[in-house]
C-alpha cells in the first residue's frame, strides 16, 4: 500500500539497530539485574549501567542522575507527584505550581490532580504563534511557587519553548524547573544540566527506540518522593524489575539519534519546508506555531474551507497523519484552542511529523493528497 507514515510524534518504527541490541537479552540473556549473586545477573546489571550512561551523556548528565522509567508518561507523574510530596514531607512552605496550557496531558493531568489536593495552579496561555509571553511568565513565578513544567518541544505543534530564559527566571527565584523532553531529545540539542533543568522526561518510542521504556533525569540534590514502592530499585525513588531488554533498547536508540542528528535535522528541515510551500500555495492555510522556533520535522496547519472530517477521511488512504481533535475523545485539540482556532478550524487541521524513514517521494505524495482533498472539498 502507498501509505506515507508521517505521524513520527504519534511514535517512531524501532531502528534495526536497537532490535539488534535488544535480542540478545529476551531469553539469551535473561537474567534479573537485581540478583547479585551470579554472573549471567551481574552482567545483565552491567549492560544496564552502560545503557544508563549512554542516557546520560545524549543530555549531558551523570549517569546517577537517570531513573528509569515506562516511559515519559511515568517520568512525569514521578517528577510533578514526587516533587510535590517531597515538598510536603519536608514542611516546604512553597506550594504553587506554574504550567503552560499547550502541555500534554501527561504534564496537565498530574498537576490537576496536585490542584485538587492542595496545590494551587496556574495554567499559562500561550501566544497566537505559539510561545510563552516571558514578561507573563515571570509575573506568576511568586515566592510561593514550587515547580514550573514546560515542555521543550510540543507534540502537535513542534514548536520550541525558550528554555534558556525560562530557566534563568526559575533559577533567580528559586523555582523547580520540569521539562518534558519526549519530542526534544534526540531531535534538538538538550543540555538539561547547563541550561539549568532539574526534571526532565524522555520516552524510547519517540527516538526509534522500543515502547515501554523512558526516563527521568533529575539534578543531583532535587528532593524527590517515590511514587512507586517496593524493591528499592532506581535508588528508591522508581521500584520493580527493570526491563533489561528495553533499557539496552533505549540506550542504543538515544546514541543512534545522537549520530545522526544534525544530518537528519537538515534533511527533514529541508523537506518540511516544501511540503509547507506547497500547502500554503494552495491558500487561506494557516500555520499553526511559529516556524522559526519550532522541531525541523513539524508541520501544522489548519486548512480553511473544507469539513475536517471529510479532509481526513480523503487522506487516510494515502496518508498517516494526525488531526486537530483528538480520536480517543473526540474534543478539538487543547493546544489549537490555546492558539485561537476554533473548534472547527481544529478539525481541518493537520500533524505531519517527519522521521527517519520518510522519503521526498512520501513529501510528493503528501502535497498530491492534501491539495487533491482541499480542490474537491472545496
Known amino acids: 500500500s502507498m501509505l ?20 540478545p537479552w529476551w531469553n539469551g540473556n535473561f537474567a534479573n539485574p537485581s540478583s547479585r549473586l551470579y554472573r549471567p545477573a551481574l552482567e545483565a546489571a ?30 512525569n507523574n ?18 504553587g505550581l506554574v504550567t503552560l496550557a499547550s502541555e500534554h496531558r501527561a504534564v496537565l493531568d498530574p498537576l490537576a490532580w496536585l490542584h485538587r489536593h492542595g496545590f494551587p495552579l496556574t495554567v499559562l496561555p500561550l501566544q497566537s504563534d505559539g510561545l510563552v509571553a516571558l ?11 514550587l515547580l514550573l513544567s514546560v515542555m521543550a518541544a510540543n507534540n502537535e505543534i513542534g514548536v520550541l519553548q525558550p528554555l ?27 543540555e538539561p544540566a547547563s541550561l539549568g533543568i532539574d526534571l526532565l522526561s524522555l520516552s524510547g518510542h519517540k527516538l526509534y527506540g ?10 543531583p540534590g532535587v528532593p524527590l518522593a517515590a511514587q512507586q514502592h517496593g524493591g528499592g530499585q532506581e535508588r528508591g525513588l522508581r521500584a520493580g524489575t527493570l ?29 518540511r519546508d516544501r511540503l509547507w510551500q506547497a500547502l500554503a500555495a494552495l491558500g487561506d492555510v494557516q500555520l499553526n506555531g511559529t516556524l522559526q522556533h519550532r522541531l525541523p520535522h513539524n508541520l501544522n496547519v489548519t486548512i480553511g474551507g473544507v469539513d475536517g472530517t471529510r479532509l481526513h477521511q480523503a487522506l487516510r488512504r494515502q496518508l498517516a497523519v494526525s ?20 473548534r472547527q478550524e481544529a478539525a481541518a487541521s493537520i500533524r505531519f511529523g517527519l522521521g527517519r524513514g520518510t522519503t521526498a517521494e512520501e513529501i510528493d505524495l503528501a502535497i498530491a493528497a492534501v491539495s487533491a482533498a482541499v480542490v474537491e472539498l472545496r
Open 4 to 23: 506515507a507514515y508521517l505521524d513520527h510524534h504519534a511514535t517512531t518504527p524501532c531502528d534495526p539497530a536497537v532490535l539488534a541490541a535488544m535480542a
Open 210 to 219: 522500543p515502547k515501554g521504556i523512558g526516563a527521568l533525569v533529575v539534578r
Open 243 to 271: 526491563p533489561v531488554p528495553l533499557v539496552v533498547g533505549l540506550g542504543a536508540a538515544i546514541e543512534l539519534a545522537l549520530a545522526d542528528r544534525q544530518a537528519r535535522e537538515q534533511r527533514l528541515g529541508a523537506l
Open 46 to 75: 552491567a549492560a544496564v549501567e552502560v545503557a544508563r550512561g549512554r542516557v546520560g551523556r545524549a543530555v549531558d548528565a551523570a549517569p546517577e542522575a537517570v531513573l528509569f522509567t515506562s516511559g515519559a508518561t511515568e517520568a
Open 135 to 145: 514578561d507573563r511568565l515571570a509575573a506568576s513565578l511568586g515566592s510561593d511557587t
Open 323 to 342: 488531526s486537530g481533535s483528538a480520536c480517543s475523545t473526540g474534543s478539538p485539540s487543547h493546544v489549537l484552542a490555546a492558539l485561537g482556532r476554533s
Open 78 to 95: 514521578l517528577a510533578l507527584r514526587g516533587v510535590a510530596e517531597a515538598a510536603l514531607e519536608r514542611g516546604e512552605p512553597r506550594r
Open 164 to 190: 534558556v530564559e525560562i530557566a534563568a527566571l526559575c533559577r533567580e527565584r528559586g523555582v523547580l524547573l520540569h521539562c518534558d523532553a519526549a519530542q526534544a531529545v534526540g531531535h534538538i540539542p538538550l
